[in-house]
């Protein structure tokens, strides 16, 4: 047993590096070790069993390197939050950051914001990305928790150590509506399950570049099968609208009312062109490929990151960011032509 055991000489050497580094990773004194080294010592410490769980040792540490993701499961999401396109798209980039930033990712889903305190000191975390909570539950977990954390599109008043990570909602939106209007549509519909915060920013956007009084708004149910008894009882008035664009607060409503379309037989883009936003990867893989706004989660992920760093090294960090969106045309949308709806 004793002839198997690995030494901390023997990572030192399988790392190419040595045997004190090794130990400060360890043992937690990390400040003068590159974040690559320290992500490279944990791996082969994990790797060869050397420490079979390094859990405790980042539990002790000052700086544990967990970043806490939460999620709001909101009821619309109906107990798929992780499904989610947006959700998956910002998951996805976050992992991919925080493993080159030597950083671990624990991810919570929960619709009470009273459950964020407990999970964020339990881990000891260096900071949180919270998504989908609204004012008055960053309000209240700011005067909980002394844990920096950055929000995706929140709406409140800007405090002490949180920043609100947002993007171009309104432009988008404008964007949107100046092609829609570029190609020829004169009159269209607007989709989202509410008319606040950032889907009233897309929608206020879209309807100023497209045209005053041109883009009737509907607020559509959040839930599945009320949502499609919606469409159903409301198809006829749609034709009656002589819309020939559809743009919707989001990819998921844009490909959820496509879909319905095309089950009753509407042509898409022949007879109604659609424009969702966030460019999900369902955008891409849906017939036809969906005309959208793109948003970086890429460049979001780096800028969460960067800005909970700066926190917990106690430098100041702007209240709120906003980063910019492109608008991406594909098949779902094309110079106008006859309509035959």
Known sequence: MEQNRVRIA????????????????????????SDATVKRVEQELEKTGYIPNMAGILLARNNSRIIGVVMND?????GRVLEDGFVMSSLNALSREANEKGYFLMIKTTADIRE??????????????????????????????????????????????????????????????QYARELGHTKALCLADNDLCMDKERMDGFRAAFAPGKALFWQIPALQKERSAYYEEHFRSFLNLHSTVVFAASDFYALDFMRFLQTKGVRIPDDVQIIGFDDTAASRESVPTLTTVHQDAAQRAKTALACLEAMRSGKECEAQIVLPVTLIPRESTRKMLCRTL
């Not at 023997?10 to 070790?33: F, P, Q, Y």
């Not at 954390?149 to 150590?161: E, I, P, R």
Request: proline share 1%; with cysteine; aromatic share 12%.
């Open 10 to 33: 023997d990572i030192a050497e399988a790392l190419g590096i040595s045997t004190a580094t090794v130990s400060n990773v360890i043992h937690g004194k990390t400040a003068k070790i």
């Open 74 to 78: 909101h009821v619309k999401y109906e």
């Open 116 to 177: 964020i305190p407990v999970f964020a000191s339990m881990w000891n975390m260096d900071g949180l990305i919270l998504m989908g909570f609204c004012e008055a539950d960053y309000k209240a977990l700011r005067s909980q928790t002394r844990i920096s954390f950055v929000v995706y599109d929140g709406y409140f008043a800007a405090c002490s150590k949180v920043v609100n990570l947002t993007i171009g909602h309104y432009d988008g939106g404008y964007q949107a509506g």
